[in-house]
């Protein structure tokens, strides 16, 4: 074989293996590190390129997978180790949508991780990147969530009955960049699960209304049915100008 080979215009190759066991390493035509894959004997097989391995998710739109692939491993959403790194499997549905990818040979692929974090969906967490879209897609894709130890910051976000979220302390942050407004509406929802995150309404001394940061009940006049599924645990909750936490008429929530 000559060193490298050269794909075709179809991204296909021979390549010749005696005894020994090899190491595989695919690069672009501009010698960017594609995946890498160890050990390999003999006859390649689906199941010794299974699952491919890509660094981020625009490499994953831009690249052409091949039939005998099933899995494909993406080490990160922007940058490999940015927290957006998941699996994806072969989707039977057409999308778009929450966690969906198309490559460049036209197939859909699901993301199969579980539980998933924000930054699967495109969330940045920098503290100044508006992340509502990709935090509000990993809220409607149905999964548990970990959020990070970092600062995701949102408009009013559209909240789903079942949702679980899972932090480990204070400094995994939620932030409304809109104080004075709704941040988390959950009335009429249930079985929400929310524990050890911070949810910061992003209060200033400017702001005035009468909003909540997460409100389950509506007001004296308007009474939610009884929802003893929902949980709010071990959370930091920061008003956004009003209040931080309404439960009033919410039912059974603890």
């Known amino acids: 074989n000559a060193n490298p080979v050269r794909t075709d215009a179809r991204g296909e190759c021979s390549v010749w293996l ?45 690249f052409s997978v091949g039939p005998a692939v099933t899995a494909v491993t993406v080490n990160g959403y922007y940058a490999a180790g940015d927290g957006g790194a998941g699996v994806y499997i072969r989707s039977g549905s057409v999308g778009p949508g929450a966690g969906m990818i198309q490559s460049d040979d036209g197939q859909w692929w699901i993301l199969a991780s579980s539980p998933v974090t924000l930054e699967m969906f495109g ?64 009335a009429a929802l249930t079985g929400i699960d929310i524990e050890g995150v911070c949810l910061d309404g992003g209060y200033t001394s400017s702001v005035v209304g009468s909003s909540w940061t997460i409100r389950f009940g509506t007001g004296v006049n308007s009474f939610q049915p009884v929802d003893s599924a929902s949980r709010v645990a071990n959370c930091l909750i920061k008003t956004n100008g009003f209040g931080a936490l309404n439960c009033y008429n919410a039912g059974g929530v603890k």
């Open 18 to 62: 005696g005894t020994s066991l090899y190491k595989f390493v695919l690069y672009t035509s501009a010698d960017a590190l594609i995946w890498t894959v160890d050990n390999i004997g003999g006859a390649i097989t689906a199941a010794s390129i299974t699952p491919l391995g890509l660094d981020t998710i625009a490499a994953f739109e831009a």
């Open 123 to 186: 969330a940045k967490g920098d503290g100044s990147t508006l992340d509502t879209t990709a935090v509000n897609a990993a809220f409607s894709f149905g999964k548990p969530i970990t959020v990070s130890a970092k600062t995701f910051l949102c408009n009013a976000l559209t909240m789903q009955s079942g949702l679980v979220l899972r932090g480990s302390g204070d400094d995994c942050v939620i932030k409304n960049n809109s104080p004075g407004s709704d941040f988390m509406e959950c």
